[in-house]
């Protein structure tokens, strides 16, 4: 054989080895395609799935009866009632979420032989904040930037002051202003 054949037979035998080389490349390429076609079909079954089994939330109902000593008074004509102290808290809700500060409420209760007017009064003096009628011997309050530790030493001054029993309550996140005075008034129907 003639060098220029040797020399030709080589050079097909590299242009052969060369499309072996470009043809185990492109089915790598598939294949490797094909892994990651299948895997983001699994994802994204997953993610329908995921999808399909939500359900819309269902609206939270707190069953909460009313305190038994009946409807709140307006109490010395100087008292706002339940429907100001929702509203007091739904500002107080907005301003908490916007600066990331915290809200408590708390409930104050009067004992023995002391007046609610007294209560207020006291309560205004003490805490600095509003009081609202929410009951014939109790008053709620808001407390803006105040966590249920800070408004239970509050309490715990009013309590020194005059004759009265209370508790309170923080937002928790998510919480809507209509459910934490749910919460406020509702736990003192079982205090």
């Known amino acids: 054989m003639s060098t220029s054949a040797g020399i030709l037979l080589l050079l097909l035998g590299c242009v052969v080895a060369g499309l072996a080389v470009i043809a185990l490349a492109l089915r790598r390429r598939a ?9 983001l079909a699994t994802v994204a079954k997953r993610i329908d799935d995921a999808v399909a089994s939500l359900r819309p939330p269902s609206a ?18 100087a008292l706002p009632g339940r429907a ?3 509203d007091a808290v739904a500002s107080g809700v907005a301003v908490a979420r916007a600066d990331g500060a915290r809200l408590a ?9 002391e007046h609610v007017e007294k209560l207020a009064s ?20 808001v407390l803006p930037g105040v966590g249920r530790a800070g408004a239970l030493g509050l309490l715990a001054r009013v309590e020194a002051r005059c ?13 809507e202003a209509t459910e934490l005075v749910c919460r406020l008034l509702g736990s003192s129907t079982g205090a």
């Open 31 to 39: 294949l490797l395609s094909a892994r990651r076609d299948a895997g």
């Open 60 to 77: 939270r109902v707190e069953h909460v009866s009313a305190p038994p000593r009946g409807p709140a008074p307006v109490v010395g004509e």
């Open 84 to 86: 100001a102290l929702v």
């Open 105 to 113: 409420a708390a409930l104050v209760r009067v004992s023995g032989a």
């Open 122 to 141: 006291d309560v205004r003096e003490v805490a600095g904040v509003t009081a609202y009628a929410v009951g014939p011997d109790s008053v709620a309050l």
């Open 163 to 175: 004759a009265s029993t209370g508790l309170a309550v923080e937002l928790e996140p998510g919480e």
